[in-house]
């Protein structure tokens, strides 16, 4: 961002300084190129100052929420915080009205779903940052699936409550908005839901392991899968009904899903007979007309792309 904003600069001052515009009463005093390169300067010292800012405001949040983070009672005594500073003292509101807004609000703060919710909103958004700052994916994707699988670990004590809370975008928080990482907090391929962690790996972990580790693609998909079956089993341990559709409708269309995948980015062979034994094992699925589409498609762009490739050309001497 930086160079682009100095480049642009530096670009429209010299097109600037080469066009010879006489009835313009500037062009009688005309930039030096010292001084052009004496206005870089500063525009560099102003942007490394934003920049600067920016790392130590977020430097400044990763502590902050990961104290926070550490309890119950930190992260309640955090959340009422930032509350009171965006909503009572920039509003100049008296201690009694804060206050008063506490006493109503305590039960609905200080409860244990509430509080589970809170904690993962807080180490979430830590991790988000590491993702906007650089950190490299090879690190983060093996935190980022530690993270959800304590989420779902967790299910039980964060409740109904607790999950619809992280399945809303962590950017929404207010300690995103009291640190101000609500505009600012952009990330490529990264999910700001920490409880949609079909979503984290689709945006975040399967597309690393496409590009860095395809061999490791399979695996990947077995961990997601088997945190769905677990979050399942959690919600509806005594709902046999609920389970047994998740057993016969749900889990064949994610098995399916990774047979795909593994035909389009791994191998062909291997996703084929995966997709065959899905087609042959679940032959009453509602799915079964769609998949079977897909699969002919797949074939047919396969078969084209083969065709497409010229023939090896024998150059070996000849006998004769």
């Known amino acids: 961002m930086q160079t682009r904003i100095l480049q642009f600069t530096a670009f429209f001052l010299g097109a600037y300084l080469a066009t010879p515009t006489s009835a313009d009463p500037l062009s009688a005093d005309p930039l030096s190129e010292e001084e ?12 490394d100052f934003l920049t600067g800012e920016r790392v130590s405001l977020r430097t400044s949040a990763v502590h902050a929420f990961e104290a926070a983070s550490s309890s119950d009672k930190a992260a309640y005594e955090f959340y009422v915080q930032c509350h009171k500073t965006l909503n009572f003292d920039a509003k100049d509101s008296s201690f009694s009205e804060f206050r008063a807004w506490r006493e109503k609000n305590e039960d609905k703060i200080n409860n244990k779903e509430n509080l589970a919710a809170i904690r993962f909103q807080l180490q979430y958004l830590v991790l988000t940052m590491k993702a906007a700052e650089g950190v490299k994916r090879e690190t983060l994707i093996p935190e980022l699936e530690n993270f959800v699988t304590d989420i779902v670990a967790d299910t039980e004590n964060l409740g109904g409550m607790g999950m619809r809370t992280l399945r809303s975008s962590v950017k929404s928080t207010i300690f995103a908005e009291a640190y ?5 907090l952009e990330v490529d391929n990264w999910s700001f839901e920490p409880g949609n962690f ?8 399967f597309p690393f392991f496409r590009k860095e580790a395809p061999e490791a693609l399979s695996a990947a998909w077995d961990r997601r899968i088997n945190l769905e079956k677990q979050s399942v089993i959690i919600r ?9 559709k998740f057993e016969t409708e749900r889990l064949p269309e994610l098995y399916w899903a990774k047979a795909t995948d593994i035909y389009i980015n791994v191998s062909p062979k291997q996703g084929s007979q995966a997709m065959l034994a899905m087609l042959k094992g679940n032959p009453g699925h509602t799915s079964l007309k769609k998949w079977l589409e897909q699969f002919r498609d797949l074939l047919a762009t396969t078969a084209e792309q083969s065709s497409a ?12």
């Open 36 to 47: 052009i390169n004496g206005l870089l300067e500063e525009l560099s010292v102003i942007e």
């Open 198 to 205: 079909g979503e984290v790996y689709d945006q975040s972990v």
């Open 236 to 244: 509806y341990e005594d709902n046999d009904y609920e389970l047994e």
């Open 180 to 184: 101000k990482l609500n505009k600012s």
């Open 309 to 320: 490739v010229p023939a090896a050309v024998d150059e070996s001497p000849s006998n004769e």
